[in-house]
């Protein structure tokens, strides 16, 4: 049998599915969103990676490169649900498209490689989606390569993850006879034709009959012991049903107490079915989410995702296409037609949506209206970011936008050829519109223009897109890193006056201050003033004016973080003092505090997983050393090692071809954001010319 679903109108929030395909780099997440189009009969070709054909990496740089860039949507039908699906990149550089998914996202399908199982980048995406909470339920791909194990993979998820996996099949066949799967719900096998994309249920095999019954009663166990209503009938009959056993999996996997596990090779077109029935029955529909909470004026509100609430929206991503700027959107409640107008409150700019467009990919579908739930791109929107809240103009709320990643790594571009600087500057400004995760400034001394982003690949793109998509040749100077400076002892009780008087109203501000090293990134402002000494007023200003003095460190003019200031006492005068006054008395105290502190230098890191063959591992480790890297583990199996170390992120440009060079080519690696570290003394005097 082919099991297409044909597509049909949902207008219930209950009949809908947002969610994200998060995975490793090469774990399979763009075939298995092929595979779930085709399965669900949206395209009747099945694309693949390899050939450039897949309907999300429709970007040339996708295709040229082979890996998911930008995260793409596309919608679907199944089994009377609507599905809008969210393909998101695995590769650390582009992790702010995976955090601003997931913000709009209700729940996730986490997709392992049944030979490697838990990689770098999977517990990386794996932690976002534990900081949103996301529900999420795992697929482990690939079932059909050699060494697949499909145990090993669900033991990784335990280990690595801290989740508790629930599996719900049993593979028939290893590696390449991987033919189907036993579903231990309701116990019965599913083997997929080689030769063509049909599959039949059936009895299980009498082979893995008492493998199926041993899986099933210890799935039954582990549901009990988690569930209240399972531990019930369990107590009672020393059985669960497959009805209790589908309740109970999806109040776990809402909560996030467990974590239901499928397998299947997408390639192969194997266990998409059954994947796809899981999302329905286990992952929540936008009505099964707590109602989302803003704000108006300061005081908190709630939208619940109901049509004939009012309506309210969060944009999270912006595409400038041929056909227009596209703004995607998640509507959270309330109802848009085309042709509505819609306020962004922030600014209090009102605009017409001109179309409302169903995305599925580089294609698009017309609409006359969305509702509370729905994830659709409308057109007309001129003045919409990433991040900004969309609201009917009578009944205005603030939602809180996604986060964005502070930039690591800078390059400073300018145009070629003189006349191409306009063009330079506008696409500059489009880019930032579109991935808000890259930052333009220009450098006050040099006078360059610096584009900032979270790695080196990130910044490749961004150049590459400038010059595909504007026609500009660029010229692209060295990658610089963003250092930091922070506090490694502090100062206490530096006293600080600030007195003008120029004619008419004067200024006084006395501040006393402590500053204090923190044991992470960031800053912490208190005041311990008693009496009314330093109204509150007067000492927000003071915060205020450390903020600014954070811009520029005493030692190389980097921003500083990791310190905690306290204002410990002040004095104030009944005419001169001002807000302004105890800013800008603020500002220059604690410059004066930090060069009296001992400060260090940061500069961020990278975790480097690299896999190499055996011969190879010492011109790898060597090489690691000479950059200054920090080894925490290596492994062998199977003539391959895998060696994981600290880099810091200046030592690390360069790295893919040094990799490639030192392993004839055999090499691989990933690397994740890790905490920032002090430069040693010796990098440090290099770098500030001491």
């Keep these: 049998m082919r099991a297409i679903r044909h597509p049909h109108a949902v207008t219930s929030p209950t009949a809908v599915r947002n969610l994200g395909i998060l995975a490793h780099v090469d774990a399979g997440k763009t075939t298995l969103t092929e595979r779930i189009l085709f399965a669900t009969g949206t395209v009747h070709k099945r694309g693949e990676v390899h050939d450039g054909t897949t309907v999300t990496d429709f970007d040339p740089q996708e295709r040229d490169r082979g890996i998911t860039i930008f995260a793409a949507a596309v919608s679907c039908a199944w089994s009377g649900h609507r599905v809008n699906l969210i393909d998101t990149p695995g590769h650390v550089d582009f992790a702010d498209e995976v955090e601003r998914s997931l913000r709009v996202l209700d729940g996730a399908v986490a997709v392992f490689d049944a030979v490697a199982g838990v990689e770098p980048q999977s517990e990386s995406v794996w932690r976002q989606a534990d900081r949103h909470g996301v529900p ?82 210890a799935l039954e166990e582990a549901v009990a012991a988690l569930h209240a209503d399972a531990l019930d009938e369990f107590c009672a009959t020393s059985a669960l049903t497959e009805r209790t056993l589908v309740r109970a999996l999806r109040e776990l996997t809402l909560s996030g107490d467990a974590v239901v596990v499928l397998c299947g090779s997408a390639y192969r077109n194997r266990g998409i079915e059954p994947l796809l029935d899981a999302v329905v029955a286990y992952l929540p529909s936008p009505a099964d989410m707590p109602a989302v909470r803003g704000t108006t004026d300061g005081a908190e509100q709630e939208r619940a995702p109901d049509p004939a609430e009012p309506f309210a929206a969060l944009a999270f991503k ?30 209090g700019r009102t605009e017409r949506v001109g179309r409302i467009v169903r995305v599925q990919a580089d294609r698009h579908e017309e609409q006359e209206e969305t509702v509370a739930g729905d994830i659709v791109a409308v057109v007309g929107l001129k003045g919409a970011r990433a991040g900004t809240t969309l609201c009917a103009p009578e009944a205005p709320v603030v939602l809180e936008p996604p986060s964005v990643a502070e930039p690591v790594v800078s390059v400073a571009v300018e145009a ?275």
């Design 136 to 217: 999420r339920i795992a697929f482990v791909n690939k079932l059909d390569r050699a060494g697949a194990d499909l145990d090993a993979a669900v033991a990784s998820i335990r280990e690595r993850l801290g989740a508790l996996p629930l599996v719900v099949q049993l593979p028939i066949g290893r590696e390449e006879g991987f033919t189907g799967v036993v579903d231990l719900l309701a116990m019965r096998s599913l083997l997929w034709h080689p030769d063509s994309d049909t599959y039949e249920r059936g009895p299980v095999p009498e082979s893995l009959r008492q493998e199926a019954d041993r899986r099933r009663r």
């Design 318 to 347: 912006v595409s400038v296409t041929a056909s227009g700027r596209l703004t995607y959107v998640r509507v959270y409640s309330g109802t848009l037609r085309k042709g509505d107008r819609v306020r962004d409150p922030a600014t």
């Design 416 to 690: 070629r050829r003189a006349t191409d600087t306009g063009r330079l500057s506008a696409a500059l400004a489009r880019l930032v519109e579109e991935d808000p995760s890259l930052v333009v400034r220009s450098d006050a001394e040099t006078g360059q223009t610096v584009l900032s982003g979270m790695g080196e690949l990130h910044l490749e793109v961004a150049v590459e897109k400038i010059r595909r998509g504007h026609g500009v040749e660029v010229a692209v100077g060295r990658p610089q890193v963003s250092y930091r400076e922070t506090v490694v002892k502090g100062v206490t009780g530096l006293i600080h006056r600030h007195v003008k008087q120029d004619g008419g109203a004067g200024q006084f501000a006395h501040v006393v201050l402590d500053v204090e090293p923190l044991d992470e990134p960031g800053f912490e402002f208190r005041s311990t003033v008693v009496g009314g000494r330093v109204p509150q007023e007067y000492a927000r200003a003071v915060e205020a004016g450390c903020r600014d003095a954070l811009e520029e460190g005493p030692l190389g003019g980097y921003p500083v973080t990791g310190l905690r200031v306290t204002l410990t006492d002040g004095a104030t005068h009944s005419k001169d003092s001002s807000e302004l006054a105890f800013r800008t008395a603020g500002r220059f105290a604690l410059r004066e505090a930090l060069r009296a502190s001992t400060m260090a230098l940061l500069e961020p890191v990278v975790e480097v997983t690299a896999t190499v063959p055996e011969e190879g591992v010492g011109g790898v480790l060597g090489d690691l050393a000479a950059r200054r890297g920090r080894v925490s583990g290596s492994t062998a199996h199977a003539g391959t090692a895998v060696i994981t170390a600290a880099v810091p992120l200046a030592e690390f440009f360069g790295y893919a071809s040094r990799l490639r060079g030192r392993t004839q080519g055999r090499g691989t690696f990933t690397t994740r954001p890790a905490p920032l570290a002090p430069v040693p003394p010796a990098a440090a005097d290099a770098l500030l010319g001491r």
